[in-house]
């Protein structure tokens, strides 16, 4: 499954460094998501772009900061993580702000030490 | 606000045998999707089959089928014919109008 590709696919980062994880999609896609898996629980939508504008914002602490600059990519720019940030980050595409089914990258696992 | 409620954290089949995966939600739209995804081992979701909610008949896709109760709010997952590529984490989703709601997932195991 190429659809959806997401760098880098594991991150070790410490409480005081700034990284940004990446996601591309292929399909076409004018939404893109992402999303946070952690264990026992269930996804939790971070952030929605539509059209490259914001339009969801889960309540995502600050020291998340995404950034979408054209429908193709989408970024996620991290720093002063905390450790139970540490968890599988999911982008996700779809055609429309979500009228059919959402296409996953391979996700992201970050751990924060 | 959704909700989606997985209620067996982990499942185990025989395989060729069938197996149901279990699925509740509760909302108060009445337009509305339903998902199951697949998440193997190697973590990529994928998606396994979709239901729109206006539509009364039960979505199948090949060895996947659906039992859609609306007004039960139930939405369970079929296997029938299990293969060992079937084993992965199985999650139930709901949307409306594009926000996707997750529930925590049933691990399937199919034993050879």
């Known amino acids: 499954e190429t659809g959806v590709t997401q760098t880098p696919r594991h991150l070790v980062m410490g409480m005081t460094n700034k990284k940004s994880l990446k996601c591309e999609q292929h399909?076409?896609?004018?939404?893109m998501y992402w999303y946070k898996q952690s264990a026992k629980k269930p996804l939790e939508l971070m952030f929605v772009?539509?059209?490259?504008?914001?339009?969801e914002n889960n309540s995502v602490p600050s020291r998340f900061s995404p950034e979408c600059p054209n429908s193709s990519h989408l970024f996620l720019h991290l720093h002063t993580l905390q450790p139970e940030d540490s968890a599988l980050y999911l982008c996700?595409?779809?055609?429309?702000?979500?009228?059919?089914?959402?296409?996953f990258g391979p996700g992201t696992r970050l751990t924060v030490t | 606000a959704q909700t989606v409620t997985q209620s067996q954290p982990e499942m185990s089949v025989q395989e060729a045998e069938t197996v149901t995966l279990s699925c509740t939600y509760d909302?108060?739209?009445?337009?509305?999707?339903l998902f199951w995804y697949k998440q193997p081992p190697s973590r990529q979701m994928i998606l396994v089959i979709r239901?729109?909610?206006?539509?009364?008949q039960n979505a199948t896709e090949n060895r996947f089928s659906v039992n859609f109760q609306k007004a039960a709010k139930s939405f369970s997952l079929k296997i029938s014919d299990s293969q060992l590529g079937d084993a992965a984490m199985y999650f139930c989703?709901?949307?409306?109008?594009?926000?996707?709601?997750f529930g925590k997932g049933t691990l399937l195991t199919v034993n050879p």
């Open positions: 996700a595409s779809s055609q429309g702000q979500g009228s059919y089914e959402q296409y």
């Open positions: 399909l076409g896609h004018n939404a």
């Open positions: 772009y539509s059209l490259e504008e914001r339009v």
């Open positions: 909302t108060s739209e009445s337009d509305y999707y």
């Open positions: 239901q729109e909610a206006y539509k009364q």
């Open positions: 989703a709901f949307r409306a109008p594009y926000k996707l709601t």
